[in-house]
């Protein structure tokens, strides 16, 4: 499993070039673009979101789009358009800047629910639909939304059944007083231009095909599915997580495992990503916020019994 500490450890050390401080967000997106998710990261603006997923498209030496949200925004303006070409005389398809393998979908909920829609079917189908022909989207293909969670006035919030389409939900958070400094000092010259790609086509090819080899012990899968059911199990939780979100977080600890250098799943593994793969997968009373979701997830975490390791 070497290559795949190596793919981790390249993709940190680069985009850390340009983000201070940011190893472990850095980690999870990494984590979600191996195990073929998308990532919802909601921070107020500046905290350098666009930077992050610019500079990591560039570290994976991939095609890179980015939508600005707006609620004037329509569905064909993402997924592309048929137009009658006056030389040829028929029509032709102009591809929406979905036909990308790294888009990042800028605030997310200012555009209506049909565009959001739009979004998240090529998310779930890898795929578009336009005037009844379906079109396969550019492999891989990951979408990083990013979501102000502040300002709510002329938004329109994803719905539940939206949210759990997305792999994790993250936040960066403030950087610390001399992370700031070092940030600003960065910032004097644009420090995307000191990003050179680091992995190469079969490098990437590799790591995508064989993520696929880590394994899980039974009693380890009954620790997984065992917190999965805390959360439909609790009084002040309305909605527990569904099936979709075991498979994330099953997925979310093969790659964890392999980047660590294990081809296996340990408890440890579902531990600790629990709360970013099951943070936006449940409705409680009293949780507003990605903080709150992410203690309320470790909280749940705590109260199931470990599996013993085999002697």
């Known amino acids: ?40 990261l909601e921070d107020i603006p500046g905290m350098g979101k666009t930077m992050l ?25 993402i ?15 102009r591809e929406g800047p979905l036909f990308s393998n790294i888009v990042l979908t800028d605030e997310i909920n200012r555009a209506t ?20 022909v379906t079109r396969k989207l550019n492999m891989p293909f990951m979408v990083l939304a990013t979501q102000n969670p502040v300002e709510s006035y002329g938004t329109f919030p994803l719905p539940e059944a939206q949210l759990d389409r997305f792999f994790m939900r993250i936040k960066l ?15 004097i010259k644009n420090p995307l231009d000191n990003i050179e790609p680091v992995v190469d086509k079969e490098e990437l090819d590799y790591v995508l095909s064989n993520i696929s080899k880590v394994t899980i012990e039974e009693d380890v899968m009954d620790y997984l599915v065992n917190i999965v059911n805390e959360t439909r199990n609790k009084d002040n939780i309305q909605l527990g997580v569904s099936p979709r979100g075991s498979i994330a977080l099953f997925k979310a600890c093969q790659a964890y495992a392999a980047i660590n250098g294990r081809d ?37 975490v705590e109260l199931v019994e470990v599996p013993l390791e085999k002697m």
Do not use: C, W
Not at 25 to 33: N, Q
Not at 116 to 130: G, P
Not at 265 to 279: G, Q, R, W
């Open 53 to 77: 997923i610019k500079a990591f498209s560039k570290t994976l030496n991939l095609p890179f789009n980015r939508i600005q949200f707006t609620p004037d925004l329509l569905p064909s303006d």
């Open 1 to 40: 499993m070497r290559r795949f500490t190596d793919f981790k450890e390249k993709i940190v050390e680069n985009v850390s070039k340009v983000i201070v401080g940011k190893e472990r967000e850095i980690e999870l997106i990494t984590i979600s673009f191996l195990s073929g998710g998308h990532v919802l």
């Open 173 to 187: 958070g403030y950087p610390t007083k001399e992370e700031e400094k070092l940030i600003i000092r960065k910032n």
């Open 113 to 132: 629910p049909r565009t959001q829609s739009a979004l998240l079917e090529a998310m779930e189908e890898k795929q578009i639909t336009a005037d009844g």
């Open 79 to 93: 997924t592309g358009i048929n137009f009658y070409n006056q030389k040829s005389g028929d029509f032709q398809f």
């Open 264 to 300: 296996y799943i340990i408890p440890e593994d579902i531990k600790f990503m629990a709360p970013y793969v099951l943070n936006h997968r449940i409705i409680a009373s009293g949780i507003s916020n990605i903080e709150d979701s992410i203690e309320l997830i470790k909280e749940l």
